[in-house]
């Protein structure tokens, strides 16, 4: 079992950064590969950015390329998503999923899901 909690969000303005993290229980976390996904207002939820357990391999959308850096630390079972030069259409919910299979993390369906953080960003 894998509890995962989200924090970081907030209210930032466009071209602003913020750093998310999601923490997770469990002594098992680097088998895991992580990823995160966004779910704006009426719109369905969608993938944003994943990383294999090695932490090198990384996989993100092409609307984040370039902006958005996942990252983990096994040591402290988090995984982290650097966001820079943001929009606000990056605006969302935005949460952590782990799974055992790298690829599975971005076609699901995943194992384990966070509550969510929300990331506003204002124009």
């Known amino acids: 079992q894998v509890q995962l909690v989200e924090s970081g969000g907030g209210l930032v303005q466009a071209g602003g950064s913020l750093r998310l993290s999601c923490a997770a229980s469990g002594r098992t976390f680097s088998s895991y590969a992580m990823g995160w996904f966004r779910q704006a207002p009426g719109k369905e939820r969608e993938f944003v950015s994943a990383?294999?357990?090695?932490?090198?391999?990384?996989y993100y959308a092409d609307s984040v390329k370039d902006r958005f850096t996942i990252s983990r630390d096994n040591a402290k079972n988090t995984v982290y998503l650097q966001m820079n030069s943001l929009k606000p259409e990056d605006t969302a919910v935005y949460y952590c999923a782990a799974n055992l299979v790298f690829r599975a993390v971005i076609t699901g369906p995943n194992d384990y899901w966070g509550q969510g953080t929300q990331v506003t960003v204002s124009s």
């Open positions: 990383v294999h357990w090695n932490g090198v391999n990384t």
